[in-house]
């Protein structure tokens, strides 16, 4: 050939090279404007997206959460609130202590809103505290509370708490401490001070739940701050609470993910810059190093974003307005983000790292990328495959939330898979090309990579499995599964709404005091009837049923009556009413027409639908509280607000005790349902407990279906699957163990660690297994092998897992609960995928090695290689 034609021949594949970097760089510049136009769409329908908060999602579809809602919709809620007042002092039992009840009592009636009313009743006043009675007797006598010593008070207390009824006393002594003397000289450092207020004008029914929550939150944070500044006694202190004060603004959740995640990104950032950083050779400037990790970096960071903000996006796809498959977002559905970053730093660390592996190794730019997607995009595939579907078994939980999750989860994972594969390369490739064409792409250092500290501590590490493979399995097994197992013994499930409020707020500081030392948690337990309510058989069960509230502990009592809300309780009120502005005449008839005797009670052919019908004449407001028709107008449902104080220990006892008095009730025919939000609570535990092992077995026989299969067809090696599986599941028993072992329980949100142990697991294995079916073809010897995985992956893989648990430790920091516990778990889960993965999973591997090039030695027609 001629000079001249070699010269042609070279022009041209010069030519052909430059035509195939321009369709590539086409191609790369497509997907990444394709990829931002979807997050600039999927960031536009985050905006859409509807949240929720409390039991919302979390509570299981049973009668009792079904009856909740039905209540919400069919009645018209009490505009009745009520406020707890804490005093604390050394004796509030004293002269001190009716000064400071008087003094509080002065505050709030000068710090309510003109639209907000006290509210009393026939049965108790508006304002009711511990020295009520001494304050009663006190007014008798003609005295003022201020010439009162506390001799006079203290003799009064004891006479009144003697005299009086045993229920009223029963109750007064709820307003005390239950460690309180009450003796013949009574003494107590605590009392409680509790106001009814009326609240239809301020907190109107029109608005909507958020609207009312907030008007109800301002009310309550008004006269909390005028008790606060309530002049005491020396030595006295006083706070206010209220289920409004307790939750607080419903917004502090996000804002507090958010500045967490916040510093959890900045924590990442410094520490990817240390598994990204690119060592300068001997000679070499330091700057290109240092544009280079910062660059891997934020292209690191601004794919996870991009992820989360699919999932948000294709989440409202999913969720109410659209397809409706999925609720709203819940406090659970805000742990998505973090198995998000998690995996998406994973994904990241290992396709960056053998990209750079094989442009050291002499590789084009292109050559390179595609080689990187072709083998680690493998173990990419399978573990975005096997963990989403892991997290799609979470469909058959019977909590909504944790079901939602399992979706979002599976969502975000195929998400940050299809960016890492797409928008990651691409770009890379883009500035890549620019580098390698100017000749200044620092392959030599990229080829350092394993000389660095994290590749040389895995790589000694795997001498345990290279070496020792079989006592170092036996040591894990016996002693890890042994502890294991004692662990999970000690976890405990439970959860309350409480979980979610912050741990530092005065409410909260109440509600343990309320909760420990006192008899008396204010709240309400609704109990639904339904079917044919208006006859004289179910009127006289009620009436029946009312009478054995009374003696049910736990439900609060006053002058020997359950305060309970119902239409016998309404129409004992009415009639009993002698100060009204128009007396109700046409009740009076309508009850001497019914028979309606002093107990209430009806004449077996009594028209009560005629009864009932008067009542919503004469007390409309009240009267829909207790009572809901049907589209025929025929009465169909009617509804008792109980005021109980159960403790979340006797939830339990409550129901059981609840059943035995609303059995006249059963009997008549209808069907009776107790509901509130402590029942729903005890529901959401038993939903837990019950489900969980099964949602953990449906995960992982998923998964080991997925890899079996998938090795089998690969490289004809099912067993590789199994044993691919087999320490994920160590991991999640190591993660529950230490739950146990460190007083963590088992809650809505840490109910996900099935997920968070599964989504680190998985990948983790997966990415060892398939970097060492590559090295054993490679290497002559098992050890070698190992070691050569340890080096790279294993490098990796300690990146990985270092990251993920410095930035989500922060979440240790959080003042909610949940979140707290959250970043414990974290840590646990990851450090121990990053164990199974580097220590128990090349132990098991290195033995299966053995075994296999003995009856397979490498060349063989027998050994089927991997796929490159």
């Given at each position: ?84 007042v804490l005093v604390n002092g050394d004796d509030v039992i004293s002269a001190d202590g009716l000064t400071a009840a008087d003094s509080i009592m002065d505050s709030i009636e000068a710090s309510l809103p003109a639209e907000v009313e006290l509210s009393a009743t026939a049965e108790r006043p508006a304002v009711m505290h511990w020295l ?171 794919t996870v974003v991009m992820a989360i903000i699919w999932m948000n996006g294709i989440g409202v796809l999913l969720g109410p307005g659209y397809f409706d498959w999925i609720g709203p977002m819940n406090d659970v559905s805000m742990i998505v983000p973090v198995l998000l970053i998690a995996l998406g730093i994973d994904y990241a660390i290992h396709l960056t790292g053998r990209y750079r592996e094989e442009l050291a190794a002499g590789r084009s ?504």
């Amino acid at each position: 050939m001629t000079t001249q034609g070699r010269l042609d021949r070279a022009e041209g594949r010069t030519g052909l090279s430059r035509r195939r970097s321009r369709r590539g760089a086409a191609i790369c510049t497509t997907m990444v404007l394709t990829a931002l136009v979807l997050t600039a769409l999927f960031a536009l329908l985050s905006g859409e997206a509807q949240s929720a908060s409390g039991n919302e999602g979390l509570a299981p579809d049973n009668q009792e959460v079904l009856a909740s809602d039905t209540i919400a919709e069919q009645f018209h809620e009490s505009g009745e609130g009520v406020l707890q007042v804490l005093v604390n002092g050394d004796d509030v039992i004293s002269a001190d202590g009716l000064t400071a009840a008087d003094s509080i009592m002065d505050s709030i009636e000068a710090s309510l809103p003109a639209e907000v009313e006290l509210s009393a009743t026939a049965e108790r006043p508006a304002v009711m505290h511990w020295l009520s009675a001494v304050q009663l007797a006190l007014a008798e006598q003609g005295m003022d509370a201020s010439q009162a010593d506390d001799v006079t008070v203290n003799q009064i207390f004891s006479d009144a708490l003697e005299s009086m009824p045993a229920e009223q006393a029963d109750f007064t002594m709820t307003q005390l401490p239950s460690d309180a003397s009450l003796d013949s000289s009574p003494q107590a450092d605590s009392g409680l001070l509790l106001v009814f207020l009326q609240l239809d004008e301020a907190v109107p029914e029109h608005l909507d739940e958020a609207e009312r929550e907030e008007a109800r939150l301002a009310i309550d944070t008004r006269i909390a701050e005028a008790v606060r500044g309530t002049e005491l006694p020396e030595g006295y202190s006083a706070e206010t609470f209220s289920v409004a004060l307790l939750i607080g603004d419903p917004s502090q959740v996000a804002t507090e993910l958010v500045q967490l995640f916040g510093a959890a990104f900045l924590i990442i950032f410094v520490l990817l810059g240390f598994v990204y950083w690119v060592k300068p050779g001997v000679g070499s400037r330091i700057l290109p190093g240092i544009r280079r990790t910062i660059a891997d970096v934020l292209l690191t960071l601004l794919t996870v974003v991009m992820a989360i903000i699919w999932m948000n996006g294709i989440g409202v796809l999913l969720g109410p307005g659209y397809f409706d498959w999925i609720g709203p977002m819940n406090d659970v559905s805000m742990i998505v983000p973090v198995l998000l970053i998690a995996l998406g730093i994973d994904y990241a660390i290992h396709l960056t790292g053998r990209y750079r592996e094989e442009l050291a190794a002499g590789r084009s730019v292109g050559d390179a990328l595609v080689r990187a997607v072709r083998t680690v995009g493998v173990a990419l595939v399978l573990a975005t495959v096997t963990t989403a579907v892991g997290f799609l078994m979470g469909v058959f939980n019977p909590v909504p939330a944790l079901v939602d999750f399992g979706v979002l989860a599976a969502v975000g994972i195929v998400s940050s898979f299809v960016l890492m594969m797409t928008f990651v390369p691409a770009t890379r490739y883009l500035i890549d090309r620019r580098a390698e064409q100017r000749a200044t792409l620092p392959r030599q250092a990229f080829g350092r990579g394993g000389e660095r500290l994290l590749p040389g501590i895995m790589g000694r590490i795997a001498g345990l499995a290279a070496r020792a493979p079989v006592p170092t399995l036996l040591v894990t097994l016996v002693l890890g599964g042994s502890v294991g197992v004692w662990g999970q013994s000690q976890l405990e499930v439970r959860f309350s709404v409480t979980d979610f409020v912050q741990d530092d707020t005065p409410a909260m500081a109440v509600y343990e005091q309320l909760t420990d030392r006192f008899s008396r948690v204010d709240e309400t337990t609704d109990v639904l009837i339904t079917g044919d309510v208006a006859t004289p058989q179910v009127h006289n069960a009620l009436v029946s049923s009312l009478g054995e509230l009374s003696e049910v502990p736990r439900v609060q009592t006053f002058g020997g009556t359950a305060q309970a809300d119902s239409p016998v309780g309404l129409l004992a009120t009415l009639l009993a009413s002698a100060d009204r502005d128009s007396p109700p005449e046409a009740l009076i008839e309508a009850a001497e027409a019914a028979g309606l005797g002093e107990d209430l009670t009806v004449d077996p052919d009594a028209d009560v639908a005629g009864l009932y019908d008067t009542l919503l004449t004469v007390a409309p407001d009240e009267a829909e509280r207790v009572l809901a028709r049907n589209d025929a107008g025929n009465f169909d449902m009617t509804r008792m607000s109980i005021q109980t104080n159960v403790g979340g220990s006797d939830v339990g006892a409550l129901r059981e005790n609840l059943d035995d008095a609303l059995a006249p009730l059963v009997s008549t025919g209808v069907e009776v349902v107790a509901t509130s939000e402590r029942i729903i609570d005890d529901e959401i535990v038993t939903a837990l407990t019950e489900s969980q092992i099964t949602t953990l077995l449906l995960a992982l026989g998923a998964v080991l279906v997925l890899l079996v299969v998938t090795y089998w067809f690969r490289n004809r090696r099912p067993l590789l699957g199994v044993i691919t599986v087999l320490p994920v599941g160590l991991v999640v028993l190591w993660t529950f163990a230490t739950m146990g072992a460190t007083g963590i329980p088992l809650g809505p949100v840490t109910a996900t660690i099935t997920g968070l142990a599964i989504g680190a697991g998985v990948p983790y294995t997966i990415h060892v297994t398939n970097r060492f079916q590559e090295d054993r073809l490679r290497h002559t010897s098992t050890a070698d092998a190992i070691r050569s995985t340890m080096r790279h992956t294993g490098g990796a893989l300690a990146g990985a897992a270092i990251t993920n648990c410095a930035a989500f430790g922060i979440l240790i920091t959080s003042t909610f609960t949940p979140f707290h516990q959250l970043g414990l778990v974290t840590v646990y889960a990851v450090g121990f995928a990053l164990f199974a993965a580097t220590v128990v999973l090349p132990s098991m591997l290195a033995l299966w090695d053995r075994w296999h090039r003995r009856r397979h030695p490498i060349g063989t027609t027998a050994e089927v290689p991997v796929a490159a």
